[in-house]
């Protein structure tokens, strides 16, 4: 049997009410989401949607950190990259709990 080639694109957006986290499962509004559409080569496309909390691979943090630069640290773990708020965004997010 032959595999069928897989290729991807990544592209950030934003979250909607109706946008949902493929690992957590959880709807954010209003915050980063890495949406990647898998293409393969007989027509068949996925999307799948990974929230910013979510994401520890490398050039999903690279992409969200690159649109908010000044939202966002990128940290490094043993297994892959973290984001977190930026020490004054977290203040601000802590008073109401909204991005």
């Known amino acids: 049997m032959k595999q069928s080639k897989l290729s991807y694109q990544l592209q950030v957006t934003l979250g909607t009410e109706s946008t949902k ?14 949406k990647r559409t898998n ?8 999307f799948q949607f ?4 979510c994401c520890r ?3 999903s943090t690279f ?7 000044i939202a966002f640290e990128r940290l ?3 297994d892959g ?3 977190q708020w930026a020490p004054g965004v977290r203040e601000l997010v802590a008073k109401d709990g909204k991005a």
């Open 21 to 34: 986290c493929s690992k957590c499962c959880r709807v954010r509004e209003k915050e980063p989401f890495i």
């Open 39 to 46: 293409y393969r080569n007989r027509g068949c496309v996925g």
């Open 50 to 53: 990974t929230c910013w909390r």
């Open 57 to 59: 691979d490398a050039e």
């Open 63 to 69: 992409l969200i950190k690159q649109k908010w630069p």
């Open 76 to 78: 490094p773990l043993f």
């Open 81 to 83: 990259f973290s984001l």
